[in-house]
């Protein structure tokens, strides 16, 4: 048994594998680098590739430059970029979560939020106040990005009683709190 990230313990098997030796260098130096085990890097990789990398190829995500991806959010209108969040977004969002998860509810949806900020290098806090749930997030994906992710997380946090309040974006980032209908 090990202690995992979040305070649990979970059963751990014993793996024996052999890897190229040039791979072996660069993951123990990468180990080195981020001040982690070997055992804890080779853990994150796995888990990243079996529970996020696999099934998004698998959904159709696709990856682009940072550069690519701010010019196409800021180059369209605040209003085409929170259409397109609010129909093909939250149904691309709908067909993963279900695909990910195999339902829709807060948790798989603050779990896909935070593998996809994550995947992204996007830093993100999530923390529970009282009764709701405030988002903190710092990026550089453009002034448009934060527009999109707030219309698209509203859409499908509505279906499920859910919504957005108290938003606030500012030059480095924004916020916004998940409260449950009826509760604000």
Known sequence: MTLQENGILRKTDNVSIRIDSDLSNKLHEKSNEQKISLNTLINH??????????????????????S??????????????????????????????NYFYGHINLDSILDLFKKRCQSMNVQL????????????????????WPLFIIKQMNSILNEIEYRI?????????????????GDE
Not at 74 to 97: F, M, R
């Open 68 to 97: 690519t991806f701010r010019e196409l959010m800021d180059s369209n209108t605040k209003e085409k970029i929170q259409k397109i969040a609010e129909t093909t977004g939250t149904i691309d969002l709908k067909n993963s979560l």
């Open 45 to 66: 990789l796995l888990e990243k590739q079996v529970n996020w990398n696999e099934l998004a190829n698998e959904m159709g995500w696709v990856s682009m430059f940072r």
């Open 165 to 181: 309040i108290n938003e606030d974006y500012n030059s480095q980032g924004f916020s916004f709190e998940i409260v449950k209908i």
């Open 125 to 144: 806090r999530i923390i529970p106040i009282n009764t709701s749930i405030k988002i903190i997030i710092q990026h550089d994906l453009g002034k448009n």
